[in-house]
């Protein structure tokens, strides 16, 4: 094509456009909420956890429980799913792969719950009105109440006492700020954890999260929380400065930083098994042999 065109023409237009529809026929081919929320479902009960509609106001959140009673509950917390596409919000946050509910079903715990994010495999949640709560204000006051109403009704429902948190990217952040809020809380892992989202826009270049609390404010008053934040070498999303950063706010009492050959989205579920085994369990052994003696 002769060059000249493109110095008359303006084509970014023309570049917008067919950006705009290539999106259009990737979320029209792309697995509803629901169907999503069904193979989840189905998976699930292959491995003994039962689907569970959680009230959390002003929102419902979904998730899957493993278990019908006991003392020791663990919470995995999805990550952000499909928040943003093509630096805007989506209409629809249900991750097409639900990273903390493949982890989440590996977990020998007896009372392990799933924990979805606002608007993820809930239609009613997923339109314009809500959409902040999955980009700008994804870790909001409200979004930590939420998701720790919906913990607290699973404690209603199942006698538990103590709580394991695992949050995997937002959710990462999410368990930070959980762990901070509740006095249940006897351990925290992250799994690519967005644990300080002011450094991490202002990093990548993106617009601040004025809405959303910044988990790094809280972690002061971590510090006696025996926790692990794993990170990936090769991650280009939530980069391993993250948790390195996080770890030099405070002086933490029980902390481990773990780094593996992994990216942001591949390979964690082949290892978690061992990571259970090896260290996760421990952390938690010794944590609530330390809450028993509180």
């Not at 999410?174 to 901070?180: C, G, K, N, P, T």
């Not at 799994?191 to 999260?209: F, M």
């Not at 978690?272 to 052994?285: A, E, N, V």
Request: net charge neutral; hydrophobic share 45%.
């Amino acid at each position: 094509m002769n060059s000249n065109f493109f110095r008359r023409f303006d084509v970014r237009p023309l570049v917008v456009l067919a950006l705009a529809l290539m999106f259009g026929l990737l979320t029209a081919c792309a697995p509803s909420a629901m169907a999503l929320w069904e193979r989840n479902v189905k998976r699930g009960w292959t491995k003994d956890f039962q689907p569970v509609d959680l009230p959390a106001p002003p929102f419902r959140l979904a998730g899957l429980l493993k278990g019908k009673s006991g003392d020791e509950l663990v919470v995995y917390i999805e990550g952000d799913g499909r928040a943003v596409v093509a630096g805007r919000p989506s209409q629809d946050p249900t991750p097409l792969f639900a990273q903390s509910l493949e982890l989440a079903f590996l977990d020998d715990a007896p009372l392990v719950l799933y924990l979805a994010r606002v608007g993820q495999y809930m239609p009613s949640f997923a339109n314009k009105s809500y959409q902040p709560y999955w980009s700008s204000a994804r870790l909001a006051p409200e979004v930590v109440q939420a998701a720790s109403s919906a913990i607290d009704e699973v404690k209603r429902k199942t006698g538990a006492q103590r709580i394991h948190l695992v949050g995997f990217s937002g959710g990462g952040g999410l368990a930070v700020l959980l762990a901070d809020s509740r006095s249940d809380v006897v351990s925290l892992v992250t799994i690519a954890g967005l644990l300080d989202t002011d450094w991490w826009v202002k990093s990548q270049g993106w617009h601040p999260l004025t809405g959303s609390l910044n988990p790094a404010s809280r972690a002061e008053n971590l510090v006696d929380i025996p926790q692990i934040h794993y990170y990936g070498y090769k991650d280009k999303i939530i980069v391993p400065e993250m948790s390195q950063r996080f770890a030099g706010l405070a002086s933490f009492q029980n902390f481990k930083r773990v780094g593996l050959e992994l990216d942001h989205y591949h390979g964690w579920t082949k290892i978690w098994s061992t990571l259970l085994d090896t260290q996760i369990m421990p952390l938690r052994q010794s944590a609530s042999a330390t809450s028993d003696e509180l």
